[in-house]
């Protein structure tokens, strides 16, 4: 069975770094894509960024893209977000998934989540 | 960005009834439209992939239809667990987007 744990979410200063965490089991880890996907209270999905299976290509929404850096370990099946320069705005629920990525199509889809890890921006 | 419109934003029907949720894109994305449903205080699930591909373990009673700009997800026997919030997502271009979601109460 895929199992999908965050890890590393909680109550941070405006300007504070975290650190969140994705432990992976019950598929291969290093055979996937992997994605963050979060959810601020009360509103719908905004995906965060994907990996590659090797870690060799990262992607991340533009607008995040000079703050959060996703990185990932094969070895130990985790998958990571660096979040800097926190703000009131990035408050939100925190999911990993598996991201179906097939080359060469634009089929992609998530088909497995965690359950998500709470990050709240305040001072 | 590609934007995801949804529609109802909101609905109500009786165990049984047919329902139908509409996203719209707004710009063709051919068939990569995938459908999640989320229940309150959980991860979203994954129902549908490329428009009408069941994703395992997915009830039947679940169909996905449409092409280009107009999708819609069907519940052709609304049940109680099927209460909570569906989405629409787009994986035509990058970043993928999210539908801001259709809330489904069960009477």
């Known amino acids: 069975e895929v199992q999908l744990v965050e890890s590393g979410g909680g109550l941070v200063q405006p300007g504070g770094s975290l650190r969140l965490s994705c432990a992976a089991s019950?598929?291969?880890?290093?055979?996937?894509?992997m994605t963050w996907v979060r959810q601020a209270p009360g509103k719908g999905l905004e995906w965060v960024g994907n990996i590659k299976v090797d870690g060799s290509e990262t992607y991340h929404l533009d607008s995040l893209k000079d703050r959060f850096t996703i990185s990932r370990d094969n070895a130990k099946n985790s998958l990571y977000l660096q979040m800097n320069s926190l703000r009131a705005e990035d408050t939100a629920v925190y999911y990993c998934a598996r991201d179906l990525t097939y080359s060469d199509t634009y089929l992609r889809y998530f088909d497995s989540w965690g359950q998500g890890t709470v990050v709240t921006v305040s001072s | 960005d590609i934007q995801m419109t949804q529609s109802p934003s909101s609905l109500s029907a009786s165990i049984g009834n047919r329902v139908t949720i509409t996203c719209r894109a707004s710009q063709s994305i051919g068939k990569y439209l995938n459908w999640f449903h989320q229940k309150p205080g959980k991860a979203p699930r994954l129902l549908i992939y490329a428009t009408s591909n069941l994703q395992s373990g997915v009830p039947s009673r679940f169909t996905g239809s449409g092409s280009e700009t107009e999708f819609t997800l069907t519940i052709s026997s609304l049940q109680r667990e099927d209460f909570g919030t569906y989405f629409c997502?787009?994986?035509?271009?990058?970043?993928?987007?999210f539908g801001q979601g259709t809330k489904v109460e069960v009477k």
């Open positions: 997502q787009q994986s035509y271009n990058s970043p993928p987007t």
């Open positions: 019950g598929f291969t880890f290093s055979q996937y894509w």
